[in-house]
């Protein structure tokens, strides 16, 4: 019991010592367990005991029917588990073939499974900004936003919509809005937040002079930049000009892509403006300074709030400006007068400034560091991986062919996508070490834990085959599930090894004698934790409601896992042991008999 409480500690181990976003979600994780595990052998070793003393009572041979049919099952388990391990023991070559070939294949799928980050939720809310032209009015603007929330409204899954348009609240210029979107609860609509926003894509385009962008509100996000997607892919350059042709090209490549929906970029460069040049020798005849002029559009056009009305109930801002119907358009200038401070003459703004409204520009610059920044947003297609979008994304930047002085990265999830990617394997090869490490101390031997370590590969199979049937990455959440797996199979092996060694130090057993009667005498401890274990995750395979799509790859990882390991390394644990006990045998020049042949029904060890 001591070699799989400390052997599972271990696992965690290299847990504890990440860094960044994944070290700080899988360190509480790690704690958790390892506290768990702590009090659980703890408990094991001293209340245990003392409670068997205290309740257990001579086994009575007077049994009911329930306890005999059971017992009856578990008879026929372990006659069918006799009779085939005997057939796998006549053929130790074969079946070292399916360990090896699961070893590989393990390689390959954790190679070819899709990766991602973490599961879109459905937490029963979706955001979204709206985008309409760079030249449009308030007034327009509004107008189009509540014609978009009458358009979700009428999604039967949409409980009520907030919506903000204008520069504050988050929204980055003035063409832009948000909203947010309530959703009924997840038993009254029959799709998830996902399927919702597909539903409501087709008919948000629809409306005419602007664009919206939703995507499903998650518990964790990674950045706090505010995005019309879920995923950012950013450009830098010192160019504004470059930044602007070389980002235009990439958007337009990257709307041709498949794998990614709601393409759209904050580079908004094209927004006409009304340049005023002050004429500073007409100004200067009147005594006019350019401050003054400032000061005068900024009243004019600026909606300064220049005081605060406080009521019982509530404050009012008192904003001055002209009157709304003079600030559509350019023919207000002729109206607007500046006061000379050497005649007290009421000047008219169109005497002292030339206009030119024929310019364009950028209605806003974003700045990543020091550096201009545009970046573009995108989301994921229906069953496609953050790892594939990844990949098309990077193949299509650099089939565009930009120059070196424009540096593309990904930002916020898809950066930390990108860091946990680099960071997964050395983390489950952290985790073999130390396992290897520590079962190599506690049994003087750095023969046994490869044998005890051999029960993992089918695990892994087994998760990425249940993650690939429901349809899912390997997210983060997944490796979670295969790092518990490290902790949770060789359990199997090391009951089988242990039971083995002793038998071999204390009876003077031969390996094949030993390890078979290990199995046999293991194979019910084994299968009931198995059982047991494998049981706890069936709630979070199966489970729904808010949040459920972030426990579910957990569940499906455990599951999967659990259930091929238990098949295999029944049959693959006592070959490899086998195996290895020549190689040791080999190694230390000691002659080791050959081992008999096992017939069909033979009994070689006490069972």
């Known amino acids: 019991m001591l070699s799989i409480s400390f052997s599972l500690i271990a696992v965690f181990i290299p847990l504890l010592l990440m860094g960044g976003i994944i070290g700080r979600l899988f360190r509480e994780f790690a704690l958790t367990v390892t506290a768990s595990i702590a009090v659980s052998a703890l408990v094991s070793l001293t209340l245990a005991p003392m409670l068997c003393a205290r309740f257990m009572r001579p086994e009575s041979h007077d049994h009911g029917r329930v306890y005999r049919a059971i017992e009856s099952v578990f008879d026929a388990m372990l006659t069918f588990y006799r009779r085939t391990l005997d057939v796998v023991l006549r053929h130790q070559a074969i079946t070292l073939f399916v360990f090896f070939a699961t070893m590989a294949l393990t390689g390959a799928m954790m190679y070819y499974t899709p990766k991602g980050f973490f599961p879109i939720q459905d937490i029963g809310l979706i955001n979204g900004i709206s985008e309409g032209a760079q030249d449009i009015s308030p007034e327009e603007m509004k107008r189009l936003q509540v014609e978009i929330d009458a358009v979700m409204l009428k999604d039967p ?60 509100a998650q518990d964790i996000t990674v950045g706090g930049r505010i995005a019309r997607a879920a995923f950012q892919y950013t450009l830098q350059d010192p160019n504004i000009a470059e930044l602007t042709e070389w980002s235009d090209k990439l958007l337009a490549k990257m709307k041709t892509l498949p794998q990614i929906v709601d393409v ?12 005023v040049t002050i004429n500073r020798d007409q100004a200067s005849r009147f005594g006019i300074s350019p401050q003054a002029i400032d000061d005068t559009l900024n009243d004019a056009y600026g909606q300064r709030q220049i005081t605060q009305y406080f009521t019982q109930l509530n404050t009012y801002w008192i904003i001055l400006e002209i009157l709304p119907d003079m600030q559509m358009s350019l023919d207000s200038l002729e109206h ?93 090869a952290a985790a073999l070490v130390v396992v290897y490490i520590i079962l190599g101390m506690l049994y003087e031997s750095f023969i046994h834990p490869l044998t005890i370590l051999s029960t993992l590969p089918s695990a892994g199979v087994g998760a990425l085959l249940a993650l690939s049937l429901g349809h899912m990455d390997l997210s983060v959440i997944g490796i979670i599930g295969i790092i518990l797996l490290i902790g949770i199979v060789k359990k199997n092996g090391i009951m089988m090894v242990d039971f083995a060694i002793v038998a071999e130090r204390e009876r003077n057993m031969p390996p094949l004698a030993a390890i078979r009667e290990a199995c046999l005498l293991r194979f019910r401890p084994i299968l009931m934790t198995t059982a047991a274990a494998l049981l706890a995750g069936l709630p979070m395979m199966f489970g729904h409601g808010t949040g459920s799509e972030l426990r579910r790859p957990l569940g499906y990882s455990m599951v999967g896992g659990l259930a091929l390991s238990q098949l295999l390394t029944l049959y693959t644990t006592p070959v490899v042991y086998l195996y290895l006990a020549r190689l040791q045998a080999w190694m230390q020049g000691t002659k080791t008999e050959r081992p008999p042949v096992i017939e069909s029904g033979e009994v070689v060890a006490a069972e």
């Open 157 to 216: 899954a949409v409980e009520g919509v907030l919506s903000l348009i204008g520069s504050s609240f988050g929204a980055q210029t003035t063409n832009t809005g948000r909203f947010n979107v309530v959703l009924k609860p997840r038993d009254e609509r029959d799709l998830d937040a996902s399927q919702v926003i597909d539903r409501l894509r087709p008919q948000l385009a629809k409306v005419t002079g602007v664009a919206a962008y939703l995507q499903p």
């Open 336 to 428: 607007i007068y500046v006061k000379s401070p050497l005649t007290g003459a009421a000047v008219p703004l169109s005497a002292l400034v030339d206009v030119d409204s024929y310019k364009t520009g950028p209605l806003s610059i974003n700045h990543q560091g020091q550096f201009p920044a545009a970046t573009l947003t995108f989301n994921l297609s229906a069953g496609v991986a953050l790892g594939q979008a990844v990949d098309v994304i990077t193949k299509a930047a650099g089939e565009i062919g930009m120059p070196s002085s424009v540096l593309g990265t990904f930002q916020g999830n898809a950066q930390a996508f990108q860091s946990s990617l680099s960071s997964e394997p050395a983390l489950v």
């Open 264 to 275: 759209g970029t904050d580079l908004l460069s094209s927004a006409p403006q009304l340049k």
